[in-house]
């Protein structure tokens, strides 16, 4: 095992000094016949950039590894383009660098390059990137975008400043000094790196030899130099094609019989990945079934934070079936003690679903739509779908699902908390819909909660949800909506407690069918406060349509409005597709309310005068929500006509002039507010209703491993945890 | 009231997005099958949001079949003209002579000095535009009239030097230099220097009578350099939107379009129309509806034969 650094053998096509004429086909016959990587140095005539980049557009699989020669390149416009380049080819991009051999350029340079390039790849588009190197500056720069995988960077040269430089940054070296292992080597580890990262790269010529005596020149090299990725340099398809099914195979058998294991081998973990684990975390008992995403992972940036909410866990799991959900709540009954979030869409206000240092199960994966019976509307939807798919998936059936007012929510947390949605007083909130619920237990059991199937436990997730397990999937019963009408309306809200109260008592003589929800907050200086007023009619008659709204016509001078017969999907405000980037901590409040009285209207209005908060949202509910026996559910404020949400920069300014609307509020909606703490729990739930829950809390989950998200104390003392004890090998 | 007489191009300017990465690519078959004859995009090298432009170019290049591409414009500051010179050249072999190179001296500063590229004034980067130019037709000529190969490229210039960097490749056809300008000394230097001109519509002052005053300064440029002013194309990129009424300049009917197309082209000098659109059945009817009944137009108004639709 001397002097083998533990990578799998790769076998690349070197497109040096290659023509252009055939030179896409050759990559092609190069694919096709199963080789791993083509390289392209800019040796030729041929600017490699280019050639890479027009070679990633006519093939699938193969890595592409442009060989750039730093010369003129600006840096950080290099760093974009590889970023482009790999998000063009789905991530198949490993960067060669090098130098020009005429060029003064040196190794110095090279190294700053680096550095400037994966300082575009981490950065964030928000961020004012700065460098100040010798050769290289950014003053300010833009991040981004980031790559579609972790981009290696392979670099070549054979003097001793530049095999410095690779064992101190580079990812692969691509050399031909025989003692040059050596010099890598004491670089990477004088650097605080583990030798085994960086790759080993060679290019060969081809060669006449037969094709067993190929293989047993190259094997001292793989078994000695611990070369890990050749390249062959030909243009000529029947060396291309020998080469690959004749002696590569020999060269793999007599590899692994020298060094066994060597084909299976997983690359070593960085030891910069490695330096970012957090204490308390099990990481090699991780089960290898699992997608583990920790912090010196790639894709650990579109993970770690949530739609409001910064965040920095020591592990995000991505289960991908219902079993893997099983062996990660095992993993994290496993880590008792260290906070653990449960995420769908990652939207949560009151559920964290991310945290510092502790576990995140993100079950996004699960996010199946499938119509179970066209006759009874049944639909079975993963937690993980967005509800914009959702919407978009029973479009073609005219049906839809209450689902709140942003397609980019998660499907999971929406229906374990209640769902105040756009159809809501038509059709009632979305744990109305629903009939059936699968979920994993905090002791890994897997059970089935329905109307006759631990009925306890279907009414306790219909409100209460995160408490109890983790949803895997849902039945749901759509209703049939072929078209709405919704209306965009913008008021002048100058007169903020006037228009309140007409537009919550126009609201309550509107019939059912219709839901309003209105926005306010965020005026400039000087500019009258403006109120953004949505509705939604179950109706596609414009007549109809018309009749419901020509009422809130008048409750206030209008400067804007679209009114518009679409389909629900069309309505809801689709998902913009992009990973969750907030930061910080949001601070909301929540209330549920029977009438918007004159009182509340005033308080309302000085809540907003004050500036204390940024947004402020009424959203009408009742209606069919009301129809539901309060006890029906743990969601049991059913007699509100209103949920009021108001979100603050400040905390404490929020609470101050949230205070003065607390009277009028008969219970708070957990999905809407952030403070914690006993009495938001009680009201959140009515006294029956929350000893009912305690009660399950203590038949389903004693030891309080679900908690991220309006903890629910057991009301007996609870049992000792009894976690499961299999481990798995180390990653 | 000019008419250079060249034959007229029509194209798209896509949007380069890089979420979804294949939206421009996409969007540029499309142009490419409705039979337009350019796609091209803007170059931000600052803009994290977008794709690289060359990386796009060279990547749509091996998706399409006869569609010529260009950037809109190529950002000169953030790349050094040898090295475009070099991938201008390579992206026109490989691509069977179907790159056009559209070059913009740079506009947003603290940007470009933010990713370590060098502050210039509006003069200075006139200049550079012209130096560069000049080192990128060097490094295309690979051979001197009597056929020997000629020596590397030597410019010590104000901007740029270049010490003796090797000639070649060669590009696979005369790839056309264009310029986007707006003010008149780089609008002369264009006339003095440049094949094509392509500024956007839309910064124009006082609309499309107002390209007359600019084709004047590109004129008075090529007069002085002895050049035909006829030797400058001149593109325009525009903005519409295909509607059942008439709401303004490129606000209509394909049928208006084309009026007013073709009104531009005879009229002011226009052989180039390059649509902003990110729409896939705009692009389409713009190369269906409007390109077709615009070539016909002006052809018949030049009293030159119809000319043959190409498919």
């Known amino acids: 095992m001397d002097n083998n650094y533990g990578h799998p053998l790769r076998f690349g096509l070197s497109l040096r000094s290659s023509a252009p004429a055939g030179m896409a086909e050759r990559v092609a016959l190069a694919e096709d016949l199963g080789y791993d990587l083509v390289s392209v140095p800019d040796a030729g005539e041929l600017d490699a950039w280019s050639v890479a980049s027009w070679l990633a557009a006519g093939t699938g699989r193969i890595i592409l590894s442009p060989l750039v020669s730093l010369g003129e390149h600006n840096p950080a416009v290099l760093g974009r383009a590889a970023a482009s380049l790999d998000l063009l080819s789905g991530g198949r991009l490993e960067l060669g660098l090098t130098l020009d051999s005429d060029s003064d350029s040196d190794a110095a340079a090279l190294g700053e390059a680096i550095d400037v390039i994966r300082g575009i790849w981490e950065g964030e588009a928000r961020a004012a990137l700065r460098y100040d190197g010798e050769h290289y500056q950014l003053h300010g720069a833009a991040g981004g975008p980031r790559p579609a995988h972790r981009v290696p960077i392979v670099v070549q040269g054979a003097d001793a400043s530049m095999m410095h430089l690779t064992g101190q940054r580079a990812d692969g070296w691509l050399g031909a000094e025989p003692d040059g292992n050596a010099i890598v080597d004491a670089a990477a580890r004088a650097a605080g790196r583990d030798p085994r990262e960086i790759r080993r790269v060679l290019e060969i010529e081809q060669s006449d030899v037969p094709s067993t005596a190929w293989a047993a020149q190259l094997l001292p090299l793989v078994i000695g130099k611990g070369v890990g990725d050749i390249l062959l340099r030909s243009a000529d398809p029947a060396v291309i094609r020998r080469f690959i099914t004749e002696v590569v195979p020999a060269l793999r058998q007599a590899a692994d019989l020298a060094l066994p294991g060597l084909s299976t081998a997983a690359p070593v973990r960085p030891a910069a990945a490695l330096a970012r684990r957090v204490a308390g975390i099990d990481y090699d008992s991780i089960p290898l079934t699992l997608a583990a995403i920790e912090p010196g992972d790639h894709d650990y940036a579109t993970v770690h934070s949530t739609y409001m909410r910064g965040g920095s866990p020591g592990l995000v799991l991505r289960p991908h079936t219902a079993e893997q959900v099983t062996d990660a709540v095992a993993f994290a009954r496993r880590h008792h003690e260290v906070p653990l979030g449960i995420r769908s869409g990652g939207h949560g206000i009151s559920g964290r679903s991310t945290n510092r240092d502790g576990i995140v199960i993100d079950v996004s994966a699960l996010d199946e739509i499938e119509v179970l019976d066209t006759e009874r509307r049944l639909v079975r939807i993963g937690p993980g779908a967005r509800w914009g798919e959702v919407a978009a998936a029973l479009e073609p059936y005219d049906w839809a699902i209450s689902s709140g007012d942003y397609g980019g929510v998660g499907v999971g947390g929406l229906a374990t908390a209640g769902g105040i949605g756009f159809l809501g007083r038509a059709h009632g909130l979305t744990i109305d819909h629903l009939r059936a619920v699968e979920l994993v237990l905090a002791d890994g059991s897997r059970v089935r909660a329905s109307a006759s199937e631990n009925p306890d436990l279907f009414w306790a997730v219909r409100g209460a949800g995160p408490s109890f397990g983790i949803a895997t999937a849902f039945e749901f019963e759509a209703a049939a909506v072929p078209g709405v009408g919704w209306a965009e309306l913008v008021f002048d809200a100058s007169d903020t407690a006037g228009f309140l109260e007409k537009w919550g008592a126009t609201l309550e003589a509107t019939p059912r069918d219709t839901t309003s929800f209105i926005t306010l907050g965020g005026a400039r200086p000087g500019e009258p406060l403006l109120a953004r007023f949505s509705a939604m009619v179950d109706s596609d008659d414009p007549e109809t349509i018309i009749s419901r709204l020509q009422p809130f016509a008048d409750i206030a001078p209008m400067y804007q409005q679209s009114v518009q017969v679409l389909s629900y999907a069309r309505a809801l405000m689709p998902a913009q597709g992009e990973a969750n980037g907030g930061s910080g901590e949001p601070h909301s409040r929540s209330g549920l309310l029977e009438h918007v009285t004159p009182e509340f209207a005033r308080a309302a209005a000085g809540l907003l005068g004050s500036g204390a908060s940024y947004f402020f949202q009424i959203r009408s509910t009742g209606g069919a929500a009301s129809d539901i026996d309060p006890d029906a559910t743990a969601y049991a404020h059913r007699s509100a006509q209103f949920s009021v949400a108001a979100m603050g920069a400040s905390a404490e300014r929020l609470d101050r002039g949230w205070a003065a609307l607390e009277p009028a509020f008969a219970g708070l909606y957990l999905s809407f507010d952030t403070a914690t703490g006993p009495d938001r729990v009680a009201a959140a739930f009515p006294p029956r209703t929350l000893e009912r829950l305690r009660a399950l809390k203590a038949q389903y989950d004693p030891t309080t491993l679900f908690r991220d998200n309006f903890a629910i104390r057991p009301a007996t003392a609870p049992a000792t945890a009894s976690g499961s004890t299999e481990t798995r090998a180390a990653r | ?311």
């Not at chain 2, 094949?195 to 004047?216: F, I, K, R």
Request: hydrophobic share 40%.
């Open chain 2, 1 to 311: 009231m000019t008419d250079y007489g060249h034959d007229l191009q029509f194209g798209v300017f896509i949007t380069p997005t890089n979420n979804p990465a294949q939206h421009a690519v996409d969007l540029a078959v499309v142009a490419d099958r409705a039979g337009l004859d350019l796609a091209t995009f803007q170059d931000h090298p600052y803009q994290p949001r977008f794709l690289d432009t060359w990386t796009l170019l060279s990547y749509v290049a091996a998706r399409t079949e006869r569609i010529r591409l260009s950037g809109n414009v190529i950002n000169l500051p953030l790349r050094h003209p040898a090295l475009l010179a070099r991938s201008a050249a390579s992206l026109d072999l490989l691509s069977g002579g179907r790159l056009e190179l559209a070059l913009g001296a740079g506009g947003f500063w603290d940007a470009i000095e933010a990713m370590g590229g060098g502050r210039l004034t509006p003069g200075e980067s006139v200049e550079a535009l012209e130096e560069g130019i000049g080192i990128i037709r060097q490094i295309w000529h690979t051979d001197q009239p009597g056929g020997e190969r000629a020596g590397g490229v030597h410019v010590r210039g104000r901007h740029y030097t270049v010490d003796g960097a090797k000639r070649g490749p060669a590009p696979a056809h005369d790839i056309g230099i264009w310029v986007g300008a707006l003010k008149p000394r780089i609008l002369r230097m264009t006339g003095r220097v440049a094949d094509g001109w392509l500024p956007s519509l839309g910064y124009v002052e006082g609309g499309p009578a107002g390209l007359d005053a600019l084709n004047a300064h590109i004129d008075a440029g090529a007069d002085a350099a002895g050049r035909s002013p006829r030797a400058i194309r001149r593109l325009l990129n525009i903005q519409g939107r295909f509607q059942p009424a008439n709401g303004g300049l490129l606000q209509g009917p394909a049928a208006q379009w084309a009026d007013e197309l073709t009104e531009i082209a005879l009229n002011h000098g226009t052989s180039g129309f390059i649509l902003a659109s990110d729409d896939a059945a705009t692009i389409e009817r713009y190369a269906h509806e409007v390109a077709p009944a615009v070539r016909e137009a002006v052809a018949l108004a030049r009293g030159e034969a119809a000319p043959v639709s190409p498919r």
